[in-house]
């Protein structure tokens, strides 16, 4: 049974893609800066405080969340992380964006050209429905669809 | 041209529109479009310089080091200029191996290069690296009510709180952007309605408690709110002289980095609260009691990081926020005193000073106090502790230090000052 959300587009898109879940703020330094270090070819998630994410492949993922967290470096290494091509497909926030994922996305989007679909203010409802694995349908306006 | 929701003026749409240049226009973009995601109506002028975290040559981040490149190409700089974070690395006064070198110049590799890329786009000169840019020794002074486009925490909620300037806490890049166009989004903190109290913090303490403590025990409890703090005035009085203001910097960046937030009122203390005094308050606030049982409590709470936690600390950092001269002095005269008393003439853990580079060339110019200081061993730098610590090889070192901002962000140990003292001069 598919279930939809509406959310808020902060930088729309149409896409589907395979869902990547953590119930917690994802720290993006921490997540991503081992494998922008060693210019990997996937991003595989370096937290180990994200259990839920640590050692997941990320690259072309859609990734659910509440936010981010941690160091003000953050938005710039997401926005390096899109640089290298290896970055998320989409990120999909159950609460408002907060600033370092929104100078990131936004920073990738202007500067470089490559957009990570990015919609916010999807609900607690959306985080617990969403599962690891799941095919997300997301849609211009932002309306995300689990499949 | 993408459509904006914002109310842009002939201007800015002009420049949105590439009449001024490609460069000026992604900069434009980036600031509108991040100012939309945060509901601000409009783009307000800022009324001072601004003030970068991004001190760091990191090499992995890329994407930095080509947009000070395309914006010098552009011939753009911010309209006044700016300040910016402490550098990572002094190694005449913070000792390194050759490993320890060698991983910093992997990780710091740009540094210079940098360094150099931001004198092009503003950079004040080469000693405006500190994250105390307000002091008056620095002179990046915000006056009250002035629009700012800042992003360090410690040094937002400073300007925000202790001033009354208006600044929201911006990412990096963000702030540089700001600067070039001169302007920032009017949302969050510039607004009146932003700068209401949504928590009540009741002091019920026996005595002044350690600001960095306080400020901790605060951070954890609002996370992201406006705490509006009464009973300090009771400690502290109502003159907003220097030992007040260094307090509440302490206090500030303890808040700011064990929570998010960006502004406090400080009843009777801080300029906002002393003219509008409850009226700050939303009407449905949270109420948060401080006593001494609930400090006891959050100091116990914290994490030791260390492999050996009974191991003896090698390092001691004091002054993440950076000191200020009157506590360069007050640090200088207590640790060459404790010495005295226990009959030792140097302190027996490494211990490290930081403040900005204008307030240690002060300290230094006094120099009966200067000698007091380096006879005791102890030593006074410009670094940033914490981008010290990002070495995986220094964060494995038992580390002390007297700041909860460099306890929060890394494995180093936070001592109150008296037992830091203690330690130092064992």
New interface residues.
């Given amino acids: 049974m598919t279930k939809t959300f509406k959310g808020r587009p902060?930088l729309k898109g149409n896409i589907e893609g395979q869902a990547v879940v953590s119930r917690e703020g994802m720290n993006i330094l921490a997540t991503f800066?081992k494998s922008?270090?060693k210019k990997a070819k996937t991003v595989i998630a370096a937290d180990q405080n994200n259990k839920d994410l640590y050692g997941k492949n990320l690259t072309g993922k859609i990734i659910c969340l509440p936010k981010t967290i941690g160091?003000?470096?953050?938005?710039?290494?997401l926005?390096?992380i899109a640089?290298l091509g290896i970055g998320p497909k989409a990120l999909l926030f159950s609460e408002h964006?907060d600033?370092?994922a929104?100078?990131?996305v936004?920073?990738?989007?202007?500067?470089?050209d490559e957009r990570i679909v990015t919609i916010d203010q999807l609900g607690d409802e959306f985080l617990q429905a969403v599962e690891d694995g799941q095919t997300i349908e997301i849609k211009e306006d932002g309306t995300v669809i689990l499949k | 041209m993408r459509e904006y929701k914002m109310e842009l003026t002939a201007e800015e749409l002009d420049i949105l529109k590439g009449k001024h240049g490609e460069t000026l226009r992604k900069a434009m973009e980036s600031v509108v479009l991040y100012g939309e995601t945060f509901g601000a109506k409009r783009l307000v002028p800022i009324d001072g310089p601004v003030h970068l975290v991004t001190s760091f040559g990191i090499p992995l981040l890329t994407p930095v080091f080509d947009k000070m490149d395309q914006l010098i190409e552009a011939n753009l700089r911010t309209e006044k200029p700016f300040t910016v974070d402490p550098r990572p690395l002094d190694y005449e006064n913070v000792k390194c191996n050759i490993l320890e070198k060698l991983v910093f110049k992997i990780m710091y590799g740009k540094q210079e290069e940098y360094e150099k890329q931001l004198k092009k786009v503003g950079l004040k000169d080469s000693k405006a690296f500190t994250c105390t840019c307000y002091l008056d020794e620095v002179g990046n002074i915000p006056k009250k009510g002035d629009i700012l486009a800042w992003a360090e925490s410690s040094a937002v909620v400073y300007a925000n709180s202790v001033i009354g300037a208006r600044t929201n806490r911006n990412s990096g890049i963000i702030e540089l952007l700001s600067g070039i166009i001169g302007k920032t989004p009017e949302f969050g903190f510039i607004e009146d309605e932003g700068r209401k109290a949504t928590w009540l913090i009741q002091l019920r303490v026996s005595k002044l408690p350690n600001p960095q403590l306080l400020g901790s025990a605060i951070g954890m409890k609002v996370v992201e709110d406006v705490p509006y703090i009464i009973g300090l005035d009771e400690f502290l009085g109502s003159k907003l002289n220097d030992e007040v203001k260094d307090y509440l910097k302490d206090m500030g960046a303890a808040c700011a980095s064990n929570g998010a937030v960006g502004l406090f009122h400080a009843e009777n203390i801080t300029p906002e609260a002393k003219e509008e005094g409850r009226k700050l308050l939303v009407e449905d606030y949270k109420t948060y009691i401080i006593d001494d049982e609930e400090l006891d409590r959050i100091m116990d709470s914290y994490p030791i990081m260390w492999k050996d936690k009974d191991a003896r600390p090698k390092l001691c950092f004091i002054g993440c926020p950076h000191l200020s001269l009157s506590q360069i002095y007050k640090w200088t005269n207590d640790i060459a005193e404790s010495l005295k008393a226990k009959g030792k003439r140097k302190v027996s853990i490494p211990t490290i000073l930081t403040a900005a580079p204008d307030v240690v060339d002060e300290f230094k110019n006094d120099k009966k106090a200067y000698c007091m200081l380096t006879s005791t061993g102890a030593k006074l730098t410009s670094i940033c502790p914490l981008m010290y610590m990002n070495n995986p090889l220094c964060a494995k070192k038992p580390i002390i230090t007297n700041s909860n901002k460099l306890r929060t962000y890394t494995t180093a140990r936070f001592y109150l000052d008296e037992d830091i003292l203690d330690q130092i001069t064992q």
Avoid: F
């Fill in positions: 902060v800066q922008a270090l160091s003000t470096t953050g938005g710039m290494v926005e390096t640089k964006i600033s370092l929104a100078a990131g936004i920073l990738a989007d202007v500067w470089l």
